[in-house]
């Protein structure tokens, strides 16, 4: 059943929790009657009737229309001036709550179901042609402990210049702001020191490499261009994030890492790269497949992630930084082995 928490009864919108007499009440989309509907543990709506072809109510699930209401009482204890399901005609959209604030609007999002990139850069788009800003707040299916990193991808926003999500619980009836989601290759929320995360990127890439199951076309392309018996685990230490990222790669950053120093090696030395040229290169390697972000620009977060890379090879010492751009000023060798690498790791190397 299509379901919406504002109708029109006599030439007003009436939310459903405050409404009064049962019938008399048409949807403000498709103006059809709706009819009032409310128990002890159902969150006041307004039904269409069975069939209805109204795209308002379309997938609505009990926990958008609690969180809805929810939201609208949150913004209004905080004086705002906030707004439900308000159908803006121009771009054929309706935020769920919108937000006005002297000149500037805002598009509030709940999200409950799925919605693919493409679909999250229209609604944007349209909010964008209006003046509008947005904001979009995930519900319970997004909440799981490893929500894919395209997902989060898609749905990052920014507080204070850093990456965040941003989160809904009806239950707790409480926003929620996720800022902890960066991790290193393989590895989340660790506490780990340098040291014993390349011990366990390595472990990884040879379960990866040599392990049984699926992998990923990334690691194929990676092998299959590498030396016979070279193992991806005795790659330079450069490869290894040690530094935690925030999700912009489908694949681990080490296997991105690994793929441009193996590129590098074949550059002659000295090679120079304007700022710009660096950035298009490194970014356009073969094998990498960049995340989409559907609310905020993604250049942006690409430019972070190379720009900690960069740091690492001008520390090795395997770029040098000279006026507007870089040198390849130093080959770096893979280690003979293995083992050869542990050893130096157990000596403190890559502190
Ligand atoms: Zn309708």
Redesign the pocket.
């Known amino acids: 059943m ?1 379901k ?1 928490l504002v109708a029109m009864k006599a030439g007003h919108l009436i939310l459903a929790e405050r409404a009064c007499g049962r019938d008399g009440y ?7 009657p ?1 009819i009032l509907r409310r128990g002890r543990h159902k969150i006041a709506h307004f039904a ?1 009737r069975p069939g ?1 072809h ?4 379309e997938g609505e699930t009990p926990e958008h229309l609690l969180g809805k209401r929810q939201l609208l009482q949150w913004y209004q204890q905080q004086g705002r001036r906030v707004e439900l399901e308000v159908y803006l005609p121009q771009i054929n959209q309706r935020p769920d709550l919108l937000l006005t604030d002297g000149n500037r609007r805002v598009a509030i999002e709940f999200q409950c179901s799925p919605l693919s990139l493409q679909r999250l850069l229209e609604r944007n788009a349209g909010y964008r042609r209006c003046g509008i800003h947005y904001h979009w707040l995930l519900g319970a299916p997004y909440q799981k402990r490893h929500l894919q990193a395209a997902k989060v991808a898609q749905f990052t926003q920014e507080v204070g210049g850093a990456p965040a999500l941003f989160f809904w619980d009806t239950r707790a009836g409480r926003l929620l702001v996720k800022r902890d989601l960066a991790c290193c290759s393989f590895i989340r929320h660790s506490i780990l020191g340098p040291r014993a995360i390349a011990r366990y990127q390595m472990q990884r890439l040879n379960a990866l490499q040599y392990g049984r199951g699926q992998h990923p076309t990334a690691i194929l392309q990676l092998v299959a261009d590498l030396p016979k018996h070279c193992p991806l685990a005795a790659c330079p230490l450069v490869c290894h994030d040690i530094v935690p990222s925030w999700p912009t790669l489908d694949e681990p950053v080490i296997l991105w890492r690994i793929q441009v120093v193996k590129v590098l090696m074949n550059q002659p030395l000295f090679h120079y790269w304007s700022d710009e040229d660096w950035q298009a290169w490194v970014g356009g390697i073969t094998g990498a497949h960049w995340l989409g972000y559907g609310c905020l620009d993604a250049s942006g977060m690409h430019c972070r992630l190379i720009a900690a890379f960069t740091a690492d090879l001008l520390s090795w010492r395997v770029l040098l930084a000279c006026p507007g751009g870089y040198l390849l000023f130093k080959y770096l060798q893979w280690f003979a082995n293995v083992q050869e690498k542990l050893n130096l790791l157990n000596r403190g190397g890559l502190s």
């Open positions: 299509k919406v048409s949807c403000p989309g498709c103006h059809e709706v269409h209805s109204c795209q308002l109510g």
